[in-house]
């Protein structure tokens, strides 16, 4: 699988994530390493990096400015999924390595 050139906005997250369906993400992909850089909703500019199994999983970590100026860090594993529109549909399991450290679940889908 390659997210090369693929955007993404998040259609569910949990209470404690920042990201809403005002978040968009560009991804990038060379290889299986993989990048985006993301804003939208609550967030300023965000970066992250992964890298992307033969399956398609992406093990990736992120960082983040929010709009109340603080930088949020964490880790994300990301499972694909081929929607009958034949676009791809992401569900992660995430957390924070900054701040309360919590857990939570998010749901991306490509646009």
Not at 25 to 46: D, P
Request: charged share 20%.
């Amino acid at each position: 699988m390659n997210y090369n050139n693929k955007k993404f906005r998040t259609a569910l997250n949990s209470e404690n994530g920042e990201t809403s369906a005002d978040t968009i993400f560009e991804y990038m992909q060379v290889g299986n390493r993989l990048t985006s850089v993301y804003k939208g909703g609550q967030i300023v500019y965000g970066h992250l990096l992964g890298l992307v199994s033969n399956e398609g999983v992406i093990e990736m970590r992120y960082h983040q400015v929010n709009n109340k100026g603080m930088l949020m860090t964490g880790k994300c594993t990301s499972i694909p999924e081929i929607m009958e529109n034949g676009k791809i549909r992401l569900h992660e399991s995430w957390q924070w390595t900054s701040g309360d450290l919590s857990k939570g679940t998010s749901i991306l889908e490509e646009i």
